[in-house]
């Protein structure tokens, strides 16, 4: 599926730099970070749901600790 991305000059500059900086094409690197941020998203969404999970299952405890 093709797309255009619109940037702003700062960040064109950026895309470049980094497109420079790593040896890719400004598409590959515009891609992983996009990627990257997928990933790191939903990495803390899974912390938040075991921290909700360890909450719940040890509700009466942490109340007591609490005290």
Same mark, same amino acid.
Do not use: F, N, P
């Given at each position: 599926?093709?797309?255009?991305? #619109? *940037? /702003?000059?700062?960040?064109? @500059? ?9 040896? *890719? ?5 515009? #891609? #992983?970070?996009?990627?990257? @941020?997928?990933?790191?998203? *939903? ?13 719940? @299952?040890?509700?009466?405890?942490? /109340?007591? *600790?609490?005290?």
């Amino acid at each position: 599926m093709a797309m255009t991305l #619109r *940037l /702003d000059d700062d960040e064109q @500059r950026a895309l470049k730099a980094m497109a420079e900086r790593e040896g *890719l094409s400004q598409h590959e690197v515009a #891609r #992983r970070a996009i990627l990257d @941020r997928a990933e790191r998203t *939903l990495a803390v969404d899974a912390v938040q749901a075991s921290g909700a999970r360890v909450v719940t @299952r040890y509700a009466a405890l942490l /109340d007591r *600790l609490s005290k």
